[in-house]
């Protein structure tokens, strides 16, 4: 983020726009990875690693995947 280099902790980015890539709203979501399980991961993530690979695992979220836009 553009604002990252100002602020005094660790920024996690949770969101996007990008509209005309999916034929709804919880497709785009789903595609540029900021659906509800990408968030609550994310946060996890930053909150505690180990409860973030319980949320992958939860949601059958493939961790190792390249990010769907650079396919």
């Known amino acids: ?24 709203r919880a497709a785009l979501r789903r595609f540029f990875e900021i659906d509800r399980h990408a968030i609550v991961q994310a946060a996890l993530h930053a909150l505690d690693p180990t409860r973030a690979a319980e949320a992958i695992a939860r949601y059958g979220l493939d961790a190792e995947a390249p990010p769907p836009w650079t396919l």
């Open 1 to 24: 983020g553009l604002i990252a280099p100002h602020l005094g902790a660790r920024l996690t980015i949770l969101g996007t726009d990008g509209f005309g890539r999916s034929d709804t």
